[in-house]
């Protein structure tokens, strides 16, 4: 069954570095989405990306993040410069009609 | 504006028990609902859904029937197993077929044998 992959499974890093976390979604999906969900809190709608642009985005998706889909398979999320509250499960999902989600990337900022 | 609510967690009980866990939601018009179930170690996998009231959706003995008089999707399993222990996540979608999901906090489910 095809799947939604992340890569890495886990990121650390420094407060005010820039990470890029990556996914490649399913070959025949057209819409993407990242979500992100903090140790013990809801799972969070960060921004979805249909037709090679940001379709939608929430409140939490200011300019220090980014997404792009650099080679019509990977799909990546960037942080300029990570604050410590950036620490996170970061989902990537990807869909046709229904959401599929990756295993996610646990990012943890010191 | 939209939001979820499910009962707190965790939820402990013994193999072949029933199992119930509460579902609310707030939303204008008339949202999707879905449960979603993440396994250890894994990302979220839709376990089930429903697009209108009344419907139920079901799936591996999961039930969770859209009740829009008491705006409710609650989940149910007439008796789990203990490879049902896992992070289940009610969720709404209210922006048409492709808007975003909406979560709810999660619940543990441990299944003890």
């Known amino acids: 069954e095809p799947e939604v992959t992340q890569t890495p499974s886990h990121q650390v890093t420094q407060m005010g570095q820039e990470v890029i976390l990556r996914c490649v979604p399913i070959s025949n999906h057209l819409y993407f989405y990242w979500y992100r969900q903090i140790l013990g809190q809801k799972v969070e709608f960060l921004v979805s990306f249909y037709n090679n642009e940001i379709s939608e985005k929430s409140e939490i998706f200011d300019d220090q993040f980014s997404v792009e889909r650099p080679d019509g398979s990977n799909f990546t999320l960037k942080i300029r410069s990570t604050k410590l509250e950036d620490s996170a499960m970061y989902f990537c999902?990807?869909?046709?009609?229904?959401?599929?989600f990756g295993p996610g990337t646990r990012l943890t900022v010191l | 504006g939209n939001s979820v609510t499910q009962m707190e967690g965790p939820v402990t009980l013994s193999e072949e028990a029933f199992l119930t866990i509460n579902c609310t939601y707030t939303?204008?018009?008339?949202?999707?609902l879905f449960w979603y179930v993440q396994y250890p170690g894994e990302g979220l996998q839709l376990l089930l859904k429903?697009?209108?009231?009344?419907d139920k959706g079901s799936n591996k003995g999961f039930e969770a029937t859209y009740r829009k008089e008491t705006t409710s999707f609650h989940l149910e399993k007439g008796s789990v197993q203990v490879s049902d222990s896992a992070v289940y996540f009610c969720?709404?979608?209210?922006?048409?077929?492709?808007?975003?999901?909406?979560f709810g906090k999660g619940t543990k489910l441990s299944v003890k044998p």
């Open positions: 429903a697009t209108k009231a009344d």
């Open positions: 999902a990807s869909s046709e009609w229904v959401e599929v």
């Open positions: 969720a709404l979608r209210a922006g048409g077929s492709q808007g975003n999901l909406i």
């Open positions: 939303a204008t018009g008339y949202p999707s």
